[in-house]
């Protein structure tokens, strides 16, 4: 933990106006610093320990976490958090499993990324209600403003 972050610790943060973002990658690092850009206070996790440090200036608490497991989650209070994303994607097993602790735990507000139509369905069956294919709505979004071209 960063020394100018000992003040805001995951369970004094875990507020209405707080967001946990559970995976710093591409998807969950940009949502991430939208939501601190917006004013939101956000609880950044991620497994790597070089990515939390790049992000530890950045957020309001990062911290280095293998949400795989229960008590890791339990550990960093989220769940006290309403809102929780769920970043996670190229590790499909980190992914499902860490969905399933969230529902499991009663998140009221969960988004999660998903990368193929059939992690998608896995998550819904999981009880993901918003799971986000950022690719897929992209491109969908993309030929949706290339067709009002003509």
């Known amino acids: 933990m960063a020394k100018n972050q000992a003040h805001r610790l995951p369970h004094k943060i875990a507020t209405s106006n707080a967001t946990a973002v ?3 990658g591409r998807f969950g690092g940009a949502v991430a610093i939208g939501l601190e850009d917006s004013g939101v206070s956000v609880l950044g996790i991620d497994a790597s320990p070089e990515v939390v440090a790049e992000y530890a200036d950045r957020l309001t608490f990062a911290a280095q976490a293998d949400t ?4 890791a989650l339990e ?3 989220i769940p006290d958090f309403d809102r929780v994303v769920l970043g996670i994607g190229a590790n ?3 992914s499902i499993v860490t969905a399933s ?3 499991d735990m009663g998140i009221a507000n969960l988004w999660a990324k998903a990368l193929t139509d059939d992690h998608a369905r896995i998550l819904r069956q999981l009880g993901v209600v918003n799971v986000i294919q950022p690719e897929a709505e992209m491109g969908a979004s993309l030929a949706r403003q290339i067709a009002e071209l003509d």
């Open 68 to 71: 795989t497991h229960r008590l």
């Open 92 to 94: 499909l097993e980190a």
């Open 75 to 77: 550990q960093l209070a």
């Open 101 to 103: 602790h969230l529902v």
């Open 22 to 24: 559970i995976g710093l």
